[in-house]
C-alpha cells in the first residue's frame, strides 16, 4: 500500500481519536453516570392494581415494566398521549407470551385533533395463568435528571422488610421516629425542606397514619426508597439515645446521611 492510499487512513483514524477525546472531555461523569442505575424498582402487584404508579423515562434510554417474577401475560397496552413516547414488548401481545414493556421517549409528533399531556397515563392489562385479568395504570413522567432505575418490577407479593432493614432488634420504622428524624435532617442541613424526597417522605406518613399500610407499601406508593425511610428513623433514635455532642461524638451521620438523599431525591 502506498502512501497516497495510507494518508487519508491515518488521517481518518487520528479524526475518530480527537472525536472519541473531545466526546470524553464533554461528558466527564458519563461513566460514573452509568453505574448510578442500580436495578428495578420492585412494586407490589396489589399496590400496583389499586394505584397510579411513576415510571421515569430518560432522553435516549428505554424504561421497562416488566412481569416476568408474576404468572401474568401483557393483554393490551395502552399510552393517552402517544405523541412523545412510544412502547414496544418483548414479544407480540397475542402470542400470550409478552411479559415486559419498554418505553422511549421520542420527539414530539403533531396528531390532528390530538389532545397531550406533560405526564400521561399508561394502562396495561394483564392475563394469569388462571385466567384472571388485571388492569394496571402507570404515569409516565419525562426526566432530565440522572436515571437511578432501569424500570420497575412488578412482584406477586408486596416486599415486605426483612430483618436487615429493621431499625432496631426486629423493630420496623415507627411513623412517629421518620417523622422526628425528618425534622432533624432538615434541621441538621442534611437536606432541604423543598427537596421533592421531603415531600416523598410526608407522602409516605400520611399513608401510613391513614390507610393503614407497612412501611415497605407506604414507601412503594409514595415513591421513596425504603432505606431512606429507614435512615431517617435511626436518626431519631440515634438523636435519642445520644442527644446533643454526645450524639456527634458517637456517630456523626452527615456524609452517610447526606449522600443517601442525594442519591434517593425524587424527580
Known sequence: MNATMLFPRIKTLSLSILAAALAAASYPNCAFSQSRVTGYQTVGRDIAVNSAIDILVYPGRASAIDFSSTDEALAYVLIADPSKIVFSTDAQLASGLAKTVFLRPIQALNFPGATTATITNLSIKTVDSKGKQRLYNFNIVPTNKEPEHLGIRIAPVTPRMSPTVNVDRGRAPAASDVEKGLLIAIQKGYTAANDPVVYSVRQFLA?????????????ARAGVDLSVIVELSRIAREEFNYPGTRFQQRQPPTARTTRLFKSRSAF
Not at 399500610?213 to 407506604?218: G, K, P, Y
Open 207 to 219: 399513608l401510613v397514619r391513614n390507610h393503614n399500610l407497612s412501611a415497605a407499601d407506604a414507601a
